[in-house]
């Protein structure tokens, strides 16, 4: 049970990407689904996620710029990126989230958000360029 990111690239400052989030041999649609990001040498940072039912939280660090959302019958979930920064850059991962795994604390809080996450798979590499 894998979830498969995808969707990375090199954009410059200022860009856009979307992410998509997918399982291939799983429904999300049952599952609460987060993003979180890591840079070589930094610690890992909650980015997003979304419930079963559509609600959406979304880090203070990307709030304004990032969105999220799910296509239950595409399987798949969306990380919407704009502005990008040279911070940004990392590689993103999406998680199944376990329970109530998706609320405001959580993603702003990703050591304490990372008791709660399920299964995650290979991360999408994300690079801007100055």
């Known amino acids: 049970v894998q979830l498969q990111a995808s969707g990375g690239g090199l954009v410059e400052t200022g860009g856009s990407l979307t992410l998509s989030c997918k399982a291939a041999?799983?429904?999300?649609?049952?599952?609460?689904i987060g993003w979180f990001r890591q840079a070589p040498g930094k610690a890992r940072e909650g980015v997003s996620c979304?419930?079963?039912?559509?609600?959406?939280h979304i880090a203070d660090v990307v709030k304004g710029r990032f969105g999220i959302s799910r296509e239950n019958d595409e399987n798949t979930v969306y990380l919407r990126m704009s502005d990008l920064k040279p911070d940004d850059a990392a590689t993103y991962y999406c998680?199944?989230?376990?329970?109530?795994?998706?609320?405001?604390?959580?993603?702003?809080?990703?050591?304490?958000?990372?008791?709660?996450?399920?299964?995650w798979g290979q991360g999408t590499q994300v690079t801007v360029s100055s």
């Open positions: 998680t199944t989230l376990k329970g109530n795994g998706c609320i405001s604390a959580y993603v702003n809080n990703v050591e304490t958000w990372s008791l709660q996450f399920g299964s």
């Open positions: 979304i419930t079963s039912s559509g609600i959406a």
């Open positions: 041999d799983f429904s999300l649609e049952y599952y609460s």
